[in-house]
């Protein structure tokens, strides 16, 4: 790594001031009393736009990146930490792969399917479209104090619908859910309510392989690797590019290149006020700075969609906000309202998938247990299906 910028050369790690053992650090904190600036500059501050569009200066290290902050806490350093990570993982070696999973590709780190990530929902959508509904809206809980059941109203294209249930994993964003609850719990919804979720803008373009500078293709011609992530210190808006006709068949034509690029997030909020033309024509500006030749023809724009409130940000504060929602619930005699979704577990989709299906036990779990107990069989109702445990349609 070469500086051409003020760096402080990584230091051996110092040990956590006093004033840090007692208050919860950012990312910018922890990776650079670790690791140094430069690495926070040029390593962590791009990767951290990268997952959450965010400012590391805001974002926990224990939130947000809490497999990395544990191992100064298990080893004293992080070098410490990893040393006695790998030796527990060699005395407890995790479970094997699920046989059901095809193996994993070599060298692979990331996935998509065939024909983009819609074939998961709709795959889901599929197998068991008798138990789910679209298009639902949730507008209100409440508890039936006779029954003990959560009372959700939705509405729905055919007028609105009562869904009644023991327990229910809500996975809607935060700020919905507080919307949602504030009439039940005043405090969870203050809670859940102060999340921030940054905006963030997908654009797509495809060039033309001969618009790509010499030196980013290799022999063959191809623009080989995952993408670009672009530190903040280099003057550059955009916040990364997926090169996703390079990691994925089938997305161009031969001969085209197409990019995937995310603008926006934390620390430029204004793209929401920007047409989709002019993300476009930033998107391409930055890209000629290191990927396309500079007097090359104007890209196609084959797409540009803006989420307002995109990827909840794990800043300082977050855990406290999340037990607090959950108190709150609590203290509202929702105990089985059960909390789901990015911003309880992470934002990476594998997290989310994984903690479904943690959740989905836990409920079944519990479910078993009321009918051995006795209790209701978990025969929830609603005016249209039998038992339904997820908010979000
Ligand atoms: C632009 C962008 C790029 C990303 N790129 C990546 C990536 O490359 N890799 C990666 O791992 N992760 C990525 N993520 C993050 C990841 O996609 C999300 O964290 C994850 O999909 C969130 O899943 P979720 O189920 O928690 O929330 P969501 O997928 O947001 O699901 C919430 C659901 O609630 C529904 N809903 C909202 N209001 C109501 C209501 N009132 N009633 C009923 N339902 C409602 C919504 O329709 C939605 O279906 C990206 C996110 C964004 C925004």
Redesign the pocket.
Known sequence: MHADMQVTRPQPAKPPSPQCTYREESVKEFVSRNLGQEVFFRLIDPFCSGVYAGDPAKLSMKAAFGRIWILEKMGGSLVGGSLKLFQERRNNPPPPRNPQLPPKPKGQT?GSFRKGLKMLPEAIGRNIKDNIRTN????GVSKDASSGHYVLN?ETPTGPQEVRSHQVIA???SW?LAD?LREKSAKAAEALGSLDYPP?G?VTLSYPISSVKDDRKNAEGKVPGFGQLHPRTQGITTLGT?YSSSLFPGRAPDGNLLLLS?IGGAMNRGIVDQTPEQLADQVDKDLRTMLIKPDAPKPRMVGVRV?PR??PQFNIGHQEQLEKAKAGLSEAGMDDFVL????VCG????K?VDHGYELAQAVANRAASRSSNGGNSGKDSTSQQPAAAA???
Do not use: E
């Open positions: 990331v639902w809206k949730l507008t939705y996975t809607l964003p919905v949602v963030v997908a997926i995310y989420w995109a990827i789901g979704g990015n911003y934002v990476a989709l594998g989310v908010s979000s349609a």
